[in-house]
């Protein structure tokens, strides 16, 4: 089986006055050529470091171990000149936030136009031409008048559309997606959500989608993964996901989802996520939390257990 990206027991710990941090704690798996995966789970269960692991975009304090083999290589085995020509160019980013992201005293067009300039080395026309080119993709009406203002004259939606061109114009065979659609109305969640699919389908790109929003992971994604207390708890593909959850944590996420029209009490974890400075060593992060906790689940560490090729659960109740 081959993978473009392939993550290998990734351990990404911090080292701060308090301790240290474990926001993610020995996760692997795999993405293939055009798969999109998406990355659910609480705030704080590691999800937007794991990326940030894989583009290196972490404070001298982090220290990463593991491997993450990206085409065939380790990443990990880099040094900062050999990253800057992968960031931006086979690997891509779209940061959580549109509003902070763009530099307010910059035109858009010299910002999107900047991978083009340092990655291809292509003349101020071509990439000119190019800029124009994506945002029209993008959904940017009148591209050419566009291309010469400044964020503040674009609306929020707007700026995630710059934010994905100026993530796309290098044509990266990976795409990072943090929280894509945050701060965005349902209407133009759902417009960023199919451009996205849209441009993956057209340049057979892949996607890792962060999301806490089960709704949005399960309108876009191949595969799911349900992260939590910095470690994978399960995954799955998105059908195997909604009708056949497995792990408590991933049947608590999913009931705790309003229905509309229903009468009923909203259903909620229990508890509060751990924090990651006093996560043990050995047990299952959620099984404080856990209503069918057994007494192994705090003192060993539960099995992987495959329940078809596709379908992962770590979980002591399915051994």
Not at 136 to 153: C, D, L, M, N, W
Not at 257 to 271: A, R
Not at 285 to 297: L, Q, V
Request: hydrophobic share 35%.
């Amino acid at each position: 089986m081959e993978y473009l990206l392939e993550i290998k027991n990734l351990k990404t710990h911090f080292n701060t006055k308090e301790g240290i941090v474990k926001a993610v704690n020995g996760i692997s798996y795999g993405l293939k050529k055009g798969e999109t995966v998406s990355i659910v789970g609480e705030s704080g269960s590691g999800k937007s470091v794991s990326v940030l692991s894989i583009m290196r975009l972490l404070p001298p304090y982090a220290k990463i171990n593991g491997e993450i083999i990206f085409k065939g290589e380790n990443l990990l085995t880099y040094d900062d000149k050999k990253m800057r020509k992968i960031r931006g160019n086979n690997i891509s980013m779209i940061f959580q936030d549109p509003m902070s992201s763009l530099n307010p005293t910059i035109k858009i067009g010299q910002q999107i136009m900047e991978p083009l300039l340092w990655h291809h080395k292509v003349s101020k026309n071509e990439a000119r031409h190019k800029t124009i080119q994506i945002l029209t993709e993008v959904g940017i009406p009148s591209a050419k008048e566009r291309f010469h203002q400044y964020p503040f004259e674009f609306s929020g939606g707007m700026r995630q559309r710059v934010m994905i061109a100026m993530a796309l114009i290098s044509e990266p065979d990976l795409l990072i997606a943090d929280e894509p659609t945050t701060s965005l109305d349902v209407t133009v969640q759902a417009q960023i959500l199919q451009l996205i699919r849209k441009i993956q389908e057209k340049r057979g790109t892949s996607v890792i989608l962060i999301t806490h929003n089960l709704a949005v992971a399960t309108m876009v994604s191949d595969y799911i993964i349900v992260m939590y207390g910095g470690r994978i708890v399960e995954k799955a593909t998105t059908e195997e996901f909604l009708k056949k959850p497995l792990h408590p944590y991933t049947l608590g996420l999913l009931n705790s989802i309003p229905i509309l029209k229903s009468k009923k009490s909203l259903n909620t974890i229990p508890g509060q996520p751990p924090n990651l400075r006093e996560l043990e060593e050995v047990g299952c992060p959620f099984a404080k939390r856990c209503g069918k906790k057994m007494s192994r689940c705090e003192e060993e560490n539960p099995p992987r257990i495959e329940l078809s090729d596709t379908h992962i659960v770590y979980c002591w109740l399915y051994e």
